[in-house]
């Protein structure tokens, strides 16, 4: 086909959602991915849990791994306040461009800083090129078996501190077996674990809410 997926998805948004309305930048690519072509944004129904927990932790700095369309960075950066900001990584560059567009399109450049390149190699260089103290809120939706090594390279550069909520996307589906593990049998870890579905679909996914406690 001659346009990609994310083309598809941004000219749904540039036809359908109006500049600088993030809600309809989210309703437009809700509508287009569960009518039109199922893409793998964290959708509509697990999007609303991932809202309850970015209202409940009122994050100052949130890390998004695995970025896509943009989408779940915009449900993020549109419910934070003055002065917060999420930085979402993205290792496709294609993915980055249209999520760069979609981000603009809603209005929440300020609140976003897009980085491209791999979660490995970007970790270590965080506190120092960021200035990053440590993370509020991290929102795991990159590749599923990365969860628990990036978790681990997290931790290990002091990005994870007291208090750091980790909430991790399809859990069952695709499924991140070792990283459920890790986060449910460590001492360091409360976790908690909210049903739902895979985006536009019946089958079962969830989220993954772990809580640090400390050393
Ligand atoms: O693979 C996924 N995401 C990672 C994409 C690449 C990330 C690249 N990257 C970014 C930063 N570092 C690396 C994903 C897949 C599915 C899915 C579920 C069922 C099915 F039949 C097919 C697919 C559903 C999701 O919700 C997902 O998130
Ligand atoms: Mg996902």
């Given at each position: 086909?001659?346009?990609?997926?994310?083309?598809?998805?941004?000219?749904?948004?540039?036809?359908?959602?109006?500049?600088?309305?993030?809600?309809?930048?989210?309703?437009?690519?809700?509508?287009?991915?569960?009518?039109?072509?199922?893409?793998?944004?964290?959708?509509?129904?697990?999007?609303?849990?991932?809202?309850?927990?970015?209202?409940?932790?009122?994050?100052?700095?949130?890390?998004?791994?695995?970025?896509?369309?943009?989408?779940?960075?915009?449900?993020?950066?549109?419910?934070?306040?003055?002065?917060?900001?999420?930085?979402?990584?993205?290792?496709?560059?294609?993915?980055?461009?249209?999520?760069?567009?979609?981000?603009?399109?809603?209005?929440?450049?300020?609140?976003?800083?897009?980085?491209e390149g791999a979660s490995g190699d970007w970790i270590?260089?965080?506190?120092?090129?960021?200035?990053?103290?440590?993370?509020?809120?991290?929102?795991?939706?990159?590749?599923?078996?990365?969860?628990l090594p990036d978790t681990k390279l997290l931790e290990?550069?002091?990005?994870?501190?007291?208090?750091?909520?980790?909430?991790?996307?399809?859990?069952?589906?695709?499924?991140?077996?070792?990283?459920?593990?890790?986060?449910?049998?460590?001492?360091?870890?409360?976790?908690?674990?909210?049903?739902?579905?895979?985006?536009?679909?019946?089958?079962?996914?969830?989220?993954?809410?772990?809580?640090?406690?400390?050393?």
């Amino acid at each position: 086909t001659r346009t990609s997926r994310p083309q598809r998805i941004l000219k749904a948004v540039q036809r359908k959602a109006t500049v600088g309305d993030p809600q309809s930048v989210i309703t437009a690519i809700d509508h287009f991915c569960r009518h039109r072509e199922w893409a793998m944004n964290v959708g509509d129904e697990k999007g609303s849990i991932l809202d309850s927990v970015v209202s409940e932790v009122s994050p100052v700095t949130v890390l998004e791994l695995g970025t896509y369309c943009g989408y779940s960075t915009v449900r993020i950066a549109r419910l934070l306040p003055p002065g917060a900001c999420v930085i979402t990584l993205e290792f496709n560059p294609d993915y980055a461009a249209i999520a760069r567009q979609v981000i603009q399109w809603s209005g929440l450049e300020d609140k976003v800083q897009l980085v491209e390149g791999a979660s490995g190699d970007w970790i270590p260089w965080m506190k120092e090129h960021f200035g990053v103290q440590a993370f509020d809120l991290v929102f795991l939706d990159h590749w599923k078996e990365r969860y628990l090594p990036d978790t681990k390279l997290l931790e290990e550069c002091g990005l994870i501190q007291k208090g750091t909520v980790l909430l991790a996307d399809n859990v069952i589906c695709p499924g991140t077996p070792d990283y459920l593990e890790y986060v449910r049998n460590s001492p360091r870890y409360n976790s908690h674990y909210y049903r739902s579905h895979l985006e536009y679909t019946k089958a079962e996914d969830g989220l993954e809410k772990s809580v640090f406690l400390g050393y």
